[in-house]
């Protein structure tokens, strides 16, 4: 075993903390994890958290969200250059002037994106309850989606909605060909392709499932079927397989990788629990109370979806409704 692994639970415990990692990490950062999930998962986790500290495995954002959600706690950001480039592809000032252009829309934020971004913004959503919370919203209620135009895309085409898109998108997903799925299949023919939000439509429309990180791993372990081909960034093909070892998973192509997701690694694990690397990290209280205010409502209708599908309405209940109605009044009188 690598010394490094009994080193980091040594100062786990020592320090009274939680790992988290996102399921596009190196394999042997998702094998010292308490928690490995998707964007989703790990907002829920961390606003659970009861140890002193969170050792986040991510990108930027997922560690902000993480501070945002739970000031209580000690976050540390592993690698401190690991930034998502969709995030930085929206400034406050560019949201501002859309916003001012269209004064009624409400904005979805997709959580890859800065606090700041998530401040202006009316609702956050994750690739996993994008479509989900957009359904909750009264069919003429009008929507600027940031920054991904590709999901916002996935809205539209799902909902029958028309929304205004900023065209921000992931480099890495946005590499995905509709050559490289058809040519995966073709290899694997009796594999059901299952693709992330984040690629194109070109591509999406030769996949047989279109899944958040999250939702690849249940569709799988739910699934009789035993061959998958995986269009999404790479590190979640060791997630699969230690989760389904009988099953069999094939990248839609190897190229498909992160390199900010692919920065951490057990010495920079080691090093943040030692306090010699890492950046804790700190949100402005303004900034964070903003927000704030956008993720809660996410993780508020993310648990109504569940009563809005089993009562087979697409409406949320009257109370979220009206605050949010209420809050987008009182931003107009501004
Ligand atoms: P998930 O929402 O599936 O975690 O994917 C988001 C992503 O691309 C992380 O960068
Ligand atoms: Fe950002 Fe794409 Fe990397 Fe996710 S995979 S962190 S969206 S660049």
Redesign the pocket.
């Known amino acids: 075993m690598n010394p490094l692994v009994s080193e980091i639970a040594r100062l786990k415990s020592k320090n009274n903390a939680v790992i988290l990692a ?3 990490q190196p394999g042997e950062v998702q094998d010292v994890a308490d928690f490995v999930g ?3 998962g790990l907002s829920v986790e961390a606003t659970n958290v009861t140890s002193d500290t969170i050792i986040f495995c991510g ?1 930027r954002f997922m560690a902000e969200t993480a501070a945002i959600l739970n000031p209580a706690k000690k976050v540390v950001l592993v690698e401190p250059d690991a930034g ?1 480039p969709m995030a930085d592809m929206i400034t406050v000032a560019g949201l501002a002037a859309l916003k001012k252009k269209h004064p009624s829309h409400l904005v979805l934020c997709y959580v ?1 994106s800065t606090a700041e971004v998530k401040a202006l913004s009316d609702i956050c959503v ?3 309850n994008a479509v989900a919370i957009a359904r909750q919203l009264p069919s003429n209620q009008e929507i600027i989606f940031v920054p991904d135009k590709y999901l916002g895309d996935f809205v539209a085409e799902k909902t029958g909605r028309t929304l205004i898109l900023w065209n921000g998108f ?1 480099p890495t997903h946005a590499c995905i060909t509709s050559g490289m799925v058809t040519q995966a299949h073709e290899e694997h023919p009796e594999a059901l392709v299952l693709i ?1 939000p ?1 690629a194109p439509r070109e591509s999406r429309r030769f996949a047989d499932q279109v899944l ?3 939702g690849m791993c249940s569709f799988v372990k739910n699934s009789e079927r035993d061959e998958f081909i995986i269009a999404t ?1 790479i590190g979640i093909l060791h997630t699969l397989r230690k989760q389904n070892p009988a099953k069999n998973f094939y990248p839609v192509s190897d190229t498909i990788t ?1 390199p900010n ?1 692919r920065k951490g690694s057990l010495a920079s694990i080691r090093n943040a629990l030692e306090g010699k690397g890492g950046e804790i990290i700190k949100v402005p209280p303004e900034t964070a109370a903003g927000a704030e205010r956008a993720l809660r409502k996410m993780l508020e209708m993310s648990e109504e979806k569940s009563y809005s599908d089993k009562a087979g309405i697409l409406g949320t209940s009257g109370d979220m409704l009206k605050s949010l109605m209420e809050d987008k009044k009182k931003e107009r009188e501004l």
Do not use: L, R
């Open positions: 996102h399921t596009y998707d964007s989703y990108v998502c890859n994750t690739s996993s992931c992330h984040e958040s990180t999250g960034e992160c997701m």
